[in-house]
């Protein structure tokens, strides 16, 4: 394993590499860096497997963070690598040349998240949503709460508790 | 229909259901409307009961065969196989599957409705004949459950259908959707069961409930 981190360091520039949970190894590398390093991975080193493709919003620091988990059937070995773009106008290399069902992947974070991949197959088509036509669900600034109360006729009467306050009461009702 | 509602409409529709021109076998052109031509425009029709002892009789009828759609909508869809297992039999209350909506006299929509899902639902629904019911299993049904601030699952139900019974639980049980059908049964004696004339009473009202969430409404406004 040291070897090709030794390997990588050499190559792109990776920094933040660290251990994740199960022994995967996390590092993180520039985004115009990313798909010549993940080409290198699965054709040199037998990282043959995109397991999972994901992303996260920052919304404080106005970032995306992808991640991109590749698996090495021969050492069993996942490694982890992290993509940080910009929040406004996100964009990314599409990988669906190497995977080809990270297409479906790309297609639901265009949805969800609202980056674009250019270049992937189907990207545009609607994947769970159907004439969605608010904000990217996923993004942290959509208030699902207040999407819901508006669209969806909430039942009146419902009650909802603050479980510290609640017990409080249920179990020292004196105090 | 106006024709900004019209645009909107095509905006959406398939291919296959936009109005086109098809070449016949001796080179005449046939002007296809997919939508007028394939579907019946007529609107339902509320169907007075009979008088007295024969609507009396026909509710018997149709209280002791209640065929239900084999549509499983969410996680309770689990507990309806087992309904029909020798363990809790539904057979014995005069309960079938069927596998098309054409055949089939009870809609149960088993646990959270998506948006999606709902489209395919009112669909099913438009499709089947009268007397139809409808029994909601679950929290989510009533009031969302634990979905109840998501931005894709409906709160309420009986917004969008006219809902016969619901059934709490989270999922119910079998022995609880049983229970629930006997209820049904009491409710279509007794002559109460109208949701099928309901829903075609206040259409309006209905349609327009669903047309606020479904945005990309790309089928005819009413399914037959």
């Known amino acids: 394993m040291k070897?090709?981190?030794?390997?990588?360091?050499k190559r792109f520039p990776v920094y933040e590499i660290g251990?994740?949970?199960?022994?995967?190894?996390?590092?993180?590398?520039?985004?115009?860096?990313?798909?010549?390093?993940l080409t290198s991975l699965k054709t040199n080193h037998g990282y043959g497997i995109l397991v999972i493709l994901s992303a996260v919003?920052?919304?404080?620091?106005?970032?995306?963070?992808?991640?991109?988990?590749?698996?090495?059937?021969?050492?069993?070995?996942?490694?982890?690598?992290?993509?940080?773009?910009?929040?406004?106008d996100a964009e990314m290399e599409s990988i669906h040349s190497l995977w080809e069902h990270a297409a479906t992947f790309q297609r639901e974070i265009k949805e969800m998240f609202g980056i674009n991949f250019p270049g992937s197959?189907?990207?545009?088509?609607?994947f769970l949503l159907e004439?969605?036509?608010?904000?990217?669900?996923?993004?942290r600034d959509f208030d699902t709460k207040q999407y819901s109360e508006d669209t969806y006729f909430p039942r009146p009467g419902r009650e909802t508790n603050d479980p510290a306050e609640y017990m409080k009461q249920k179990l020292y009702p004196d105090e | 229909m106006s024709d900004k509602q019209q645009n909107q409409e095509d905006k959406f529709l398939a291919p296959e259901n936009r109005k086109h021109t098809v070449i016949g076998?001796?080179?005449?052109?046939?002007?296809?409307?997919?939508?007028?031509?394939?579907?019946?425009?007529?609107?339902?029709?509320?169907?007075?009961?009979?008088?007295?002892?024969?609507?009396?009789?026909?509710?018997?009828?149709?209280?002791?065969?209640?065929?239900?759609?084999?549509?499983g909508t969410g996680c309770g869809s689990i507990e309806l196989p087992p309904l029909f297992s020798p363990r809790f039999d539904a057979y014995r209350f005069g309960v079938a599957m069927r596998p098309t909506p054409r055949q089939s006299g009870v809609l149960i929509i088993?646990?959270?409705?998506?948006?999606?899902?709902?489209?395919?639902?009112?669909?099913s629904y438009e499709q089947m004949q009268n007397p139809k019911y409808v029994i909601a299993l679950g929290s989510c049904t009533i009031n969302g459950g634990m979905y109840w601030d998501s931005y894709n699952t409906?709160?309420?139900?009986?917004?969008?259908?006219?809902?016969?019974?619901?059934?709490?639980?989270?999922?119910?049980?079998?022995?609880?959707?049983?229970?629930?059908?006997?209820?049904?049964?009491?409710?279509?004696k007794n002559g109460d069961a109208e949701g099928a004339n309901d829903y075609a009473e206040k259409l309006d009202w209905y349609k327009a409930n669903q047309k606020k969430i479904i945005k990309d409404w790309n089928m005819p406004s009413y399914n037959w």
């Open chain 1, 3 to 9: 070897e090709i981190i030794d390997h990588l360091k």
């Open chain 1, 19 to 37: 251990e994740g949970p199960n022994g995967v190894i996390l590092m993180s590398v520039e985004a115009a860096k990313l798909v010549p390093m």
């Open chain 1, 57 to 88: 919003d920052w919304l404080e620091d106005c970032k995306f963070q992808l991640t991109y988990i590749i698996n090495n059937p021969d050492e069993k070995r996942d490694l982890g690598i992290r993509v940080f773009i910009k929040r406004e």
């Open chain 1, 121 to 126: 197959p189907r990207v545009d088509e609607p």
């Open chain 1, 131 to 139: 004439g969605w036509d608010n904000l990217p669900p996923m993004r």
């Open chain 2, 25 to 71: 076998p001796e080179g005449e052109e046939i002007h296809v409307d997919p939508l007028n031509d394939y579907f019946c425009q007529d609107l339902p029709k509320v169907e007075a009961p009979y008088k007295g002892i024969l609507e009396k009789f026909l509710n018997w009828a149709r209280a002791e065969s209640l065929w239900v759609l084999a549509f």
């Open chain 2, 110 to 123: 088993s646990g959270y409705l998506s948006v999606k899902t709902l489209k395919r639902v009112i669909r």
């Open chain 2, 154 to 188: 409906i709160n309420r139900l009986d917004q969008y259908l006219p809902v016969d019974i619901y059934i709490a639980g989270y999922m119910p049980r079998p022995e609880s959707i049983l229970s629930g059908f006997n209820k049904l049964k009491e409710r279509i």
